[in-house]
């Protein structure tokens, strides 16, 4: 069972999209820019999901979708008219991966009708196109940063896609985003693993469970 989590206060309901919520200490959040490696990462309130911690920046609404294990499939940050999907991949430790990646993506959008126009941007060259979608046409923007041995990709949707200067809390977001790659050995590309929370996920099992045992429609206790 996939489900929903509210701000404090609001009604509970089934959804396929968990809201979270990240702790705030009341602190300001450092505008140094990131992402960050979890080896150099100032010292910040972040929601961690793992190999992907969020910092907490006013206004971002962070949206995960995860599986009945709590495993996450979807991290998108949203802000207004604007929202910013996240995703980490290993990558080798000798070089970076955005340039190969970019032109893939690129040549995708391609092959499905949709050029792809190449911009200067904060983190180097992203990646600019207009898509059509059951919504209709909807503008994205790729942005593509290296690490050591790891790789952040942000896709920004909406106003932010089009206006960089409209990015705003998203972009602070991306700044401040810190990765844990971890030790072991992971194919080149493979998305490092996400999760929920443990406090979240032990929420959701519990939940779950409670279902399950709810007695089927139409039956009565004996």
Same mark, same amino acid.
């Given at each position: 069972?996939?489900?929903?989590?509210?701000?404090?206060?609001?009604?509970?309901?089934?959804?396929?999209?968990?809201?979270?919520?990240?702790?705030?200490?009341?602190?300001?959040?450092?505008?140094?820019?990131?992402?960050?490696?979890?080896?150099?990462?100032?010292?910040?309130?972040?929601?961690?999901?793992?190999?992907?911690?969020?910092?907490?920046? %006013?206004?971002?609404?962070?949206?995960?979708?995860?599986?009945?294990?709590?495993?996450?499939?979807?991290? =998108?940050?949203?802000?207004?008219?604007?929202?910013?999907?996240?995703?980490?991949?290993? #990558?080798?430790?000798?070089?970076?991966?955005?340039?190969?990646?970019?032109?893939?993506?690129?040549?995708?959008?391609?092959?499905?009708? #949709?050029?792809?126009?190449?911009?200067?941007?904060?983190?180097?060259?992203?990646?600019?196109?207009?898509?059509?979608?059951?919504?209709?046409?909807?503008?994205?923007?790729?942005?593509?940063?290296?690490?050591?041995?790891?790789? =952040?990709?942000?896709?920004?949707?909406?106003?932010?896609?089009?206006?960089?200067?409209?990015?705003?809390?998203?972009?602070?977001?991306?700044?401040?985003? =810190?990765?844990?790659?971890?030790?072991?050995?992971? %194919?080149?590309?493979? %998305?490092?693993?996400?999760?929920?929370?443990?406090?979240?996920?032990?929420?959701?099992? #519990?939940?779950?469970?409670?279902?399950?045992?709810?007695?089927?429609?139409?039956?009565?206790?004996?």
């Amino acid at each position: 069972m996939i489900f929903s989590r509210k701000r404090a206060g609001e009604a509970r309901d089934e959804r396929t999209t968990e809201v979270l919520d990240i702790e705030d200490s009341g602190e300001s959040t450092s505008l140094v820019r990131g992402p960050y490696d979890v080896s150099e990462a100032p010292d910040e309130p972040r929601l961690d999901l793992g190999s992907l911690q969020i910092p907490a920046v %006013p206004e971002v609404e962070v949206r995960v979708q995860a599986d009945p294990q709590g495993v996450i499939q979807q991290v =998108v940050l949203v802000c207004g008219d604007s929202a910013l999907q996240l995703g980490v991949f290993a #990558a080798p430790r000798s070089e970076g991966i955005w340039d190969e990646v970019r032109e893939e993506i690129r040549q995708s959008l391609f092959n499905d009708g #949709a050029a792809a126009q190449e911009v200067d941007g904060e983190y180097g060259i992203e990646l600019r196109a207009r898509v059509r979608t059951p919504d209709g046409l909807t503008d994205l923007r790729f942005v593509g940063i290296d690490g050591p041995r790891w790789m =952040v990709r942000g896709v920004y949707q909406g106003v932010a896609a089009t206006d960089p200067a409209a990015a705003g809390p998203l972009a602070r977001c991306l700044s401040g985003l =810190v990765v844990d790659r971890g030790q072991e050995a992971k %194919p080149v590309r493979e %998305p490092l693993p996400l999760r929920l929370p443990r406090e979240v996920a032990e929420q959701q099992a #519990a939940e779950q469970q409670a279902a399950e045992q709810q007695p089927a429609p139409g039956q009565r206790e004996a």
